[in-house]
């Protein structure tokens, strides 16, 4: 358990645009309260990074950050150093402030991912379709290039080693059995919202995994159960990769 060091009551944040409805703020303090440790937890909600300099000038107290969209890639040139797996995956959704005042880039979103996806697998989930393109999207790939499985991206616009949405057929999704939907299509208050897909040749074989948590059933998941497909929603992804952050601040 981390201690009070001195006088001084560290803090937290996150750093992302519009993340009023944010998870990581409750479920910090919420840990601090339980744990008591004299720790508080706070939104950086910031319309561009421009203003990232002025949070770190006015928050002297801080010792470690999350970073989520649109910000996981942009953020990058603001580091002093990045771990080999923030590297590689060119994203970063959590700095630590080290000793020495620097910042190093880590990310835990494919530790969450990695860890809450392979207990949903099965032998015959071999091939995955990742929808969007985006910073989130490149922890996934990472993990889904770990674990042997292949992979197309699907996107509005056509990319290499990808589909757009207007392509995309019965056999194109029988033979990728599992969908990732890495957009914020569906997030709360859009709940209406979901990826354009033929749901309709979806099967019991299919995987359906939202990184979306709020709402807790989206309508891409709900789609996809009327199918008879597996579901699941990036809840515990998130606590995953929150613990993982917790664990990184605190060595």
């Not at 645009?17 to 939104?43: A, D, T, V, W």
């Not at 771990?83 to 995956?89: L, P, Q």
């Not at 770990?146 to 990319?159: A, H």
Request: with cysteine.
């Amino acid at each position: 358990m981390a201690k009070k060091q001195g006088n001084i009551v560290y803090k937290f944040g996150l750093v992302g645009r519009h993340i009023e409805y944010s998870f990581s703020r409750h479920f910090f303090n919420e840990k601090f309260k339980n744990e008591g440790l004299p720790y508080y937890y706070q939104n950086f909600d910031l319309e561009d990074l421009s203003g990232f300099r002025a949070v770190l000038e006015q928050n002297s107290d801080l010792k470690g950050l999350n970073v989520t969209i649109p910000y996981k890639e942009s953020i990058i040139p603001y580091m002093d150093r990045l771990s080999k797996t923030a590297k590689r995956i060119g994203a970063v959704n959590t700095i630590k402030f080290t000793k020495k005042g620097n910042l190093k880039g880590y990310n835990t979103d494919a530790f969450g991912f990695k860890n809450s996806l392979k207990p949903l697998l099965s032998k015959h989930h071999q091939s995955a379709l990742i929808l969007g393109t985006g910073g989130a999207s490149q922890a996934i790939v990472y993990v889904l290039i770990k674990l042997g499985l292949s992979f197309n991206y699907v996107s509005r616009s056509k990319r290499d080693n990808g589909f757009t949405y207007d392509e995309l057929t019965a056999e194109i999704i029988k033979t990728h059995q599992i969908i990732i939907n890495c957009t914020p299509l569906g997030t709360f208050p859009n709940v209406d919202e979901c990826p354009n897909l033929p749901y309709e040749h979806l099967d019991t074989r299919h995987l359906l995994f939202d990184l979306i948590y709020n709402p807790s059933m989206t309508e891409f998941m709900k789609r996809g159960a009327s199918q008879g497909a597996q579901v699941s929603n990036g809840k515990k992804m998130l606590e995953l990769q929150a613990e993982k952050a917790w664990s990184i601040w605190m060595t």
